[in-house]
């Protein structure tokens, strides 16, 4: 199948928890939120991603791989076991659901980079640069393989179908995470491809977005000055690695990148006092093609929490609510509530301004 | 006397019904078409360039200025022009020259892009309720940030923002130097770019001291005649550039001629009053890129690293290797001016069929410093033939960061793109020194109409970004995502980086 498929146009719903305290929860709780935004989904697309559901193997990354051919699977493979130590190959867990007739070939790898440098690919680099280098490779080129997950003990499981029938395909009640991302999708065009549905990731960055990128254009070129392929044509890739080229390679911190991405009107900025003022200009000047324009809210999990950020003008719906030490966001009110409902704040955060939450350490 | 058997362009013409004598046309015209016969007035058509000054100002719409009905046989291989300039060069042994930019009807890639807009799945944004950002950085950009843990718990920028020139939306006017047009028209730009929070460049004839006080909104331009450069001149703008060529005539030098140097361009230029003001067609201190980079530091050394330095090239075959070299070289800036790009004066064989269009420059260019991870080294500005806020967003949607304006501001103050710049005889005081013309160029009053154009383009270019649903220029810059071509080939497609209409 080529990936070369048109932009991703689409409406869709989301759902974000995290508990500070790490415990962990079964995703059924998220299954049941998602499944209530039924207008936000049209069994298009539907995706989980969970942090903290593979303790056994946290220091390992896990590839979560799906494969449109044998032939694909064996070439991959073939490249894995030149570079890797693989711990463990094993098949994705998976249900049979009335609904989902056909899926992909899809497995799952516990690996790190061969320790001895000298014996894998592009041995200067440190295993986080060849991990992303793998996934470009293989994602761009082994035609009809795509890894879909590639963190530590964090996990992707999406595809084809209703999100009810996305979760007891991948038997996601079985697993438990201290963070949860959930996505239900209304594309506009119907690409009918697993690969296209969210969460979208890099390393333990995933990413669920309702909207569109209108700045894609230049998202994806800028992100392409700094090596990523972007080869999926859906805007949403560009999100995830923005935030991997802004807070792992540049090292800037969660709240800085999301300024960058959505960041503050020059009038704002121009009323700051001077030190204030003199970074927040740096910041556009800098990150200007980094600037995601367009109507979006977007969760975005990573190995030590979860962000939830809106465009500049909110033109997509984004809530928030907490309780204990759990903090909620969805794309509707509903949604928490139907999962938590006597929250003991719940509010919608303005235009540009994140909810950062990070666990707790 | 011989007479000239070159055919006069247009044929002027007087209602003689209609006239009341007033003389006014005899006054107004530059090129002394009309004279005063005792009861009526005169005309000498060979000498009219139709600048339309007459017309305008002819109080009873008396006066037509018409193409000359009379033409050369019709020939589709031998045009009106290829047969007129054979007449006049067998008269004068010269080389024509012409001003303004080419008229020649290579394809204007402009007319075959069209740019996208939002319909149902991204809303599209109105400018009039939303805030929609034009603000534009012109200079090096690193290609990270750093920042530190301040006292407060707050992040602290870290690094050095090296200098860069802010422009409130994303034009500059194109370098236009004192001596090739009026000290008015300058003035009238430099009020104009401080007004709009934007820059005006000196181009190569020094700086005049009634332009000083604008020294925020100036680039100073060094060419290779170095006219009026010296510490102070480097110092007195907000950026410099080093102009190697230009899109109208890229490889060759300027001639400003003698009688175009009176006493105020010649102490403007540095040079003595009535000679002619030579600029070498290469500057004669840079014969390769190492030149060119010492050239670069020797003026960031004289400007104490505080200002952009800018390096002007026109657009020709080897662009893109071209503009990556001076990146590499240095340049904070790299200004590209197309094949289309405006003169005061340049050999028409010259300006016509030498160089490339803008529009595969800028594609290129962008590109290339992509390619080579540099993007970030140097803004692009693009020059060449600008006509309207869709030209500059196509321009900036293939990868300029700003826009540069030289035809479009003159013919806010009169100019009619007559091309006749090179005489010195320009009706509206424009591309002339003789007092009595430039005299009529009020810069107050046109400085108006010029900040009134470029508002109207601000305008229309947030209303562009608002059909395409993102609230800054940023977010266009270099998005060719968001263009499409129409009746191009796949080759022109793939050079601009575009797709074609219906993909
Ligand atoms: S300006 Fe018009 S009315 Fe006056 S003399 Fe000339 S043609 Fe006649
Ligand atoms: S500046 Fe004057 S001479 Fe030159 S084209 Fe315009 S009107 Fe004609």
């Known amino acids: 199948m080529s990936h070369n498929f048109q932009k991703d146009i689409s409406g869709c719903g989301l759902i974000g928890i995290i508990n500070k305290d790490r415990t962990r929860i079964s995703g059924s709780f998220v299954t049941k939120s998602l499944c209530l935004m039924r207008d936000r989904g049209n069994g298009l697309g539907a995706g989980y991603a969970a942090y903290g559901v593979y303790p056994k193997y946290k220091d390992l990354y896990a590839f979560h791989i799906m494969y449109d051919e044998p032939s694909a699977q064996r070439d991959t493979e073939e490249y894995l076991k030149k570079n890797y130590y693989i711990e463990k190959k094993e098949p994705m867990p998976t249900a049979p659901v009335e609904g989902i007739k056909i899926h992909p070939i899809l497995y799952r790898y516990f690996v790190k980079p061969l320790s001895e440098k000298a014996e894998r690919e592009s041995a200067e680099l440190e295993d986080d640069d060849f991990v992303v280098k793998t996934v470009m490779k293989i994602n761009s080129e082994i035609d009809g393989a795509y890894v879909f997950s590639s963190g530590k003990d964090m996990a992707v499981f999406k595809g084809v179908g209703m999100p009810g029938e996305i979760a007891r395909f991948f038997r996601i009640d079985e697993y438990e995470g201290y963070i949860w991302t959930g996505h239900t999708r209304f594309p506009t065009n119907t690409p009918g491809w697993w690969g296209g549905a969210h969460p979208f990731t890099l390393l333990d960055w995933s990413i669920v977005h309702n909207g569109e990128i209108s700045s894609y254009g230049i998202n994806k070129r800028y992100l392409e000055m700094y090596g990523y392929k972007l080869t999926l044509l859906t805007d949403t890739e560009v999100v995830a690695y923005l935030f991997d080229l802004l807070v792992r390679r540049h090292g800037l911190d969660v709240l800085t990148a999301c300024t960058a991405l959505a960041a503050p009107f020059w009038k704002n900025v121009d009323t700051m006092h001077d030190e204030e003022k003199e970074a927040m200009t740096a910041l556009r000047v800098i990150y200007g093609s980094a600037l995601l324009n367009g109507p979006f809210s977007i969760l975005f999990g990573h190995k030590n929490g979860l962000v939830g950020f809106n465009d500049r003008i909110k033109l997509r719906p984004l809530v928030a609510a907490t309780k204990g030490k759990t903090v909620y966001m969805a794309s509707e009110e509903s949604a928490i509530r139907e999962i938590c409902p006597s929250p003991e704040k719940i509010w919608s955060p303005r235009a540009g301004e994140p909810v950062i939450v990070e666990l707790e350490s | ?503």
């Open chain 2, 1 to 503: 006397m011989f007479r000239s058997l070159v055919l006069p362009e247009f044929l002027a013409k007087i209602d003689q019904v209609k006239c009341i004598r007033c003389k006014r046309c005899i006054q107004n015209c530059g090129w002394s078409v009309y004279s005063w016969s005792g009861d009526k007035v005169l005309i000498d058509t060979f000498k009219c360039v139709k600048c339309l000054r007459c017309y305008h100002y002819c109080p009873e719409e008396a006066i037509a200025i018409l193409d000359n009905p009379v033409r050369y046989r019709n020939n589709a291989n031998w045009g009106f022009y290829n047969i007129r300039n054979i007449k006049k060069q067998a008269e004068t042994g010269g080389i024509p020259l012409t001003g303004m930019g080419s008229d020649m009807p290579y394809p204007v890639l402009f007319d075959s892009l069209l740019i996208d807009a939002c319909q149902v799945t991204n809303p599209s944004i109105d400018p009039l309720r939303e805030p929609m950002e034009l603000r534009t950085y012109l200079g090096k950009k690193p290609a990270k940030l750093e920042f530190e843990k301040g006292k407060d718990g707050k992040q602290k920028l870290k690094t050095k923002m090296p200098p860069q020139i802010k422009l409130e939306m994303p034009f500059i006017f194109a370098p236009m130097s004192y001596g090739s047009i009026s000290l008015n028209a300058q003035k009238t730009l430099a009020i104009a770019a401080k007004e709009l929070g934007i820059v005006m460049n000196t181009g190569e004839g020094g700086l005049h001291e009634d332009i000083y006080p604008y020294r925020d909104n100036i680039i100073v331009q060094v060419a290779s005649g170095r006219f009026g450069v010296n510490p102070d001149y480097l110092n007195a703008g907000v950026g410099v550039e080093i102009k190697i060529g230009q899109g109208a005539k890229p490889g060759i030098g300027g001639h400003l001629p003698g009688e175009k140097i009176p006493l105020d361009v010649a102490k403007t230029r540095m040079i003595p009053i009535g000679t002619d003001a030579l600029s070498p067609a290469p500057q004669h201190d840079i014969y390769s890129i190492e030149d060119l980079r010492q050239l670069i530091f020797a003026i960031k050394e004289a400007t104490d690293y505080a200002k952009p330095v800018s390096v002007k090239i026109a657009a020709v075959h080897n662009v893109a290797a071209i503009a990556s070299g001076i990146v590499r070289a240095g340049a904070d800036i790299v200004y590209i001016d197309g094949f289309r790009g405006g003169t005061g004066a340049a050999p028409s064989i010259i300006r016509d069929h030498l160089g490339i269009p803008i529009e595969h420059a800028i594609a290129a260019v962008d590109d290339r410093l992509r390619q080579e991870g540099i993007r970030n080294e140097a803004s692009i500005i693009a020059a060449g033939g600008i006509r309207s806020s869709a030209d500059a967003a196509k321009v900036i949607a293939l990868g300029a960061d700003a826009v540069a304006l030289g035809t479009s501001a003159l013919i806010t103050m009169g100019c009619t793109v007559c091309g006749k710049c090179y005489t010195g005889n320009c009706s509206w005081g424009i591309t002339t020194q003789k007092p009595e013309l430039t005299v009529r160029l009020d810069p107050e009053v046109y400085s108006e109409r010029l900040i009134n154009m470029i508002h109207a383009w601000s305008h229309e270019l947030k209303e562009i970004l608002g059909a395409l649903g993102i609230n800054a220029v940023e977010s266009l810059r270099g998005s060719r995502e968001r263009l499409r071509g129409v009746g191009l080939d796949a080759q022109t497609l793939d050079i601009l980086g575009i797709k074609p209409a219906g993909r």
